[in-house]
């Protein structure tokens, strides 16, 4: 038998939003090196004899480099077997496929790809609002919130992230989130720009904070949101935050 990879987007959480195809490709999957987020719910449709093996940055392993998940990919692969390699939101976002890729044609390895719906658009649906919204937002754009060393990318375009028609949507930047919200409101960004952060978006235990971009750092470190969150920035997030206001309210009330 020839082996393959398949690089597999799980989406967002809830397992109803996986893809048929992924589904399809998972239940006929030999082995399935999956993330630390995949919930167990999409982990069982892979077929029971299927080697499983988390290989999430943040489960016991952690000192798991990609250098040794290429290698487990390839070697698995290489040996005949049909490889899922199963990511959390969509494979080719954040999520270090590129290298995946490069590791499979270096080994002469067949490799595919099946996307999935990212957490932005999961956060989004959760939060009932339209990134892309024809009053508030002509621009979408998706940053990373930490570079390979865990601090906030050098390289951002501040000029982007400040501008008021964007919808900017940051990745794990729970550490730097004040920094970043620092350094956009001083190049332009006004502080009383919406934004939510959210973790577990489409999952039972979804958590969602909204405030102000001035605000958000400081109420989300006080918050101490277990897990990885997700930030959209932007007017589009106005409903959202008002909503998140009116809860409030009422709470107090």
């Not at 077997?81 to 067949?110: H, M, N, T, W």
């Not at 490799?111 to 609002?129: F, K, R």
């Not at 754009?141 to 050098?154: E, K, N, S, V």
Request: hydrophobic share 45%; with cysteine.
């Amino acid at each position: 038998m020839t082996g393959k990879v398949y690089l597999v987007g799980a989406g967002p959480g809830d397992p109803e939003l996986l893809t048929l195809k992924a589904a399809r490709v998972l239940q006929h999957a030999d082995a399935v090196l999956h993330d630390d987020l995949v919930g167990p719910q999409i982990l069982r449709l892979a077929p029971a004899q299927a080697e499983v093996r988390n290989v999430g940055k943040r489960c016991g392993k952690k000192n798991i480099s990609q250098e040794e998940i290429n290698f487990l990919m390839v070697t698995l692969a290489a040996s005949g077997l049909q490889v899922v390699r199963l990511k959390g939101g969509d494979p080719l976002i954040f999520s270090r496929a590129g290298e995946e890729i490069a590791a499979c044609r270096a080994a002469g390895i067949a490799v595919d790809v099946v996307p999935g719906i990212t957490a932005a658009q999961g956060a989004a649906a959760s939060l009932g609002v339209s990134l892309t919204h024809r009053s508030h937002a002509r621009r979408l754009q998706y940053i990373t919130g930490h570079d390979r060393d865990g601090r906030l990318p050098a390289d951002i375009d501040w000029s982007s992230v400040a501008d008021p028609s964007a919808t900017t949507v940051v990745y794990m930047p729970k550490k730097t989130l004040a920094e970043l919200a620092t350094r956009a409101i001083a190049q332009g960004l006004d502080p009383a720009t919406p934004a939510v952060a959210m973790a577990a978006a489409t999952r039972p235990g979804e958590q969602t904070l909204a405030a102000p971009i001035g605000e958000i750092a400081e109420k989300l470190e006080a918050a101490a949101i277990k897990g990885p969150v997700l930030v959209l920035i932007g007017r589009a997030m106005e409903s959202a935050m008002r909503d998140a206001a009116d809860v409030e309210i009422r709470r107090m009330g």
